[in-house]
């Protein structure tokens, strides 16, 4: 361990994050909305701890370890998403305890998109532009993480995906350096949030709307400036700009980089993970808009509309509402709810276990079946035309049981807190899977749970984030261990 190395990463981390207050003051210059205050002393809180940490040891140039990545990766959400607190808590208009910012501002720079805030519509612009852009933010943040860092440590769906799948990644590899990875990821995303805000303008927002719902959609965040989400605009157009950029954020952002070198679509076409990817969501899309109509909620067209809609926001864990999904007949909201456990591609801003596990579960699963009829054949699992070791399929079936059993702990802590059944699962589903939107009292927002319940709940943004593994692991005691 070198926590000289880390302190010095971590006060530079902060001073960097201390600069992300000023763009909101100068939005709360800009509308003259009076908030400009909180976010100067936030700036100031942040950058003169951040150079407390790093001034003692700013000459210190040892170099991280494996052990250290873990460590800071960690540090980087938890310690950024309790500073990103600070506006929140210093806006005394918005009346919120530490615990209540803690919750807003670790939702979203995981890109969760659960709020405990309500009354939007009356807000400064300045709170709502912050908000929104902590998701873009955090979208920025976990791109780098799961293609370009992630990897370097062992886990991750991007390193199941590079390491042992054939295919456009394997064959040719985004870039030799990390740094390079990182710009060039960057470019991309920024390129994408630039297209959708003008579309987002082009199709009736004004300019601050356009740019704020820009930073949710593409970092499939999901925070809004309106209490109604997305149903505020009641425009078709604007709904099709963000079902577009929704399955393109949800997509692998490698992918991207791959298509726009070869100026092809033949990267999305050859992929088996974004083939599954569309195909579950377009299944659900079919059942959801079939069921909405027969069940006589909406007419045809508007079936198909909502439905679709719902089935991308939900599914790729976007969570932007056009209605309220909770209140929808039988089994939809439980269906859309079960979509977002499997989310988007590895490598994506997407929440859920990731596509790619699902797929080799499924295969696994299939291996198995026919074994029984065929007990001494050997049936390898195939990405593609590729055998799969069982060196990820086990790695695939510890994420997943490791998912089952925090997911099962945190629902009965929740339940012993008092929350109902429906409450206390949507809740641990929509947070872990960093869904926003859940069921019961959490399906417009999360203020009326107790304290305990949004501490729970920002762990299970950070595990779901994190992909599991990387913040379980230093709960034991073998990572502390010399």
């Avoid at 100031?44 to 040891?57: D, E, F």
């Avoid at 872990?432 to 709940?457: E, F, Q, R, S």
């Amino acid at each position: 361990m070198q926590p000289i190395a880390i302190q010095r990463i971590l006060g530079i981390l902060l001073m960097l994050f201390s600069i992300t207050m000023l763009p909101p003051a100068a939005v709360a210059w800009l509308y003259g909305d009076g908030a400009m205050g909180p976010f100067i002393l936030a700036f100031i809180l942040t950058l003169v701890t951040g150079l407390a940490a790093w001034l003692p040891v700013h000459r210190s140039r040892r170099e991280l370890r494996l052990r250290d990545g873990f460590l800071v990766v960690v540090l980087f959400w938890t310690v950024l998403g309790l500073f990103g607190a600070l506006p929140f808590v210093l806006y005394k208009d918005l009346g919120l305890s530490y615990t209540d910012a803690a919750f807003e501002s670790l939702s979203g720079l995981t890109t969760t998109g659960a709020t405990v805030i309500t009354g939007l519509d009356t807000l400064p612009h300045a709170i709502l532009y912050y908000r929104q852009q902590l998701q873009w933010l955090g979208g920025m943040g976990i791109i780098v993480l799961a293609v370009a860092i992630l990897p370097m440590l062992g886990i991750g769906g991007m390193q199941l995906f590079r390491a042992e799948t054939p295919g456009p990644m394997k064959d040719s590899k985004l870039t030799p350096r990390i740094t390079e990875t990182a710009k060039a990821l960057w470019y991309i995303y920024l390129g994408l949030t630039v297209v959708c805000a003008l579309a987002y303008r082009f199709g009736g927002m004004n300019t601050f709307d356009a740019i704020a719902h820009a930073f949710s959609t593409v970092a499939i965040g999901g925070f809004s400036t309106h209490d109604l989400s997305m149903g505020y605009f009641e425009n078709p157009l604007i709904e099709s700009v963000a079902i577009i950029f929704m399955l393109l954020a949800g997509m692998n952002f490698a992918m991207h980089f791959m298509a726009w070198r070869s100026l092809s679509i033949r990267p999305y076409l050859h992929d088996p993970e974004v083939r599954m990817y569309v195909s579950v969501l377009f299944i659900v899309a079919v059942i959801t808009a079939a069921y909405l109509f027969i069940s006589q909620s909406f007419s045809f067209g508007e079936s198909i509309r909502h439905g679709l809609f719902q089935t991308v926001s939900i599914g790729t864990t976007t969570g932007f509402t056009t209605t309220g999904y909770a209140n929808w007949p039988g089994m939809l909201p439980v269906l859309l709810l079960f979509a977002s456990f499997v989310g988007g591609c590895a490598g994506s801003t997407g929440g859920g276990m990731k596509v790619i596990r699902f797929l080799l579960l499924l295969k696994q699963g299939v291996r198995e079946v026919r074994r029984l009829v065929h007990p001494n054949a050997q049936i390898p699992v195939k990405i593609g035309k590729k055998a799969v070791s069982d060196r990820v399929i086990n790695s695939v079936w510890s994420f997943f049981s490791a998912y089952v059993a925090t997911f099962s702990i945190m629902l009965l802590i929740l339940m012993g807190t008092g929350l109902d059944q429906v409450t206390a699962f949507s809740a641990v589903a929509a947070c872990m899977n960093n869904l926003g939107p859940g069921l019961g009292k959490v399906a417009l927002h999360y203020g009326d749970i107790n304290d305990t319940a949004k501490w729970v709940l920002c762990f299970a943004m950070l595990l779901g984030r994190l992909e599991i593994f990387t913040l379980l692991v230093l709960l034991t005691p073998a990572f502390w261990r010399r």
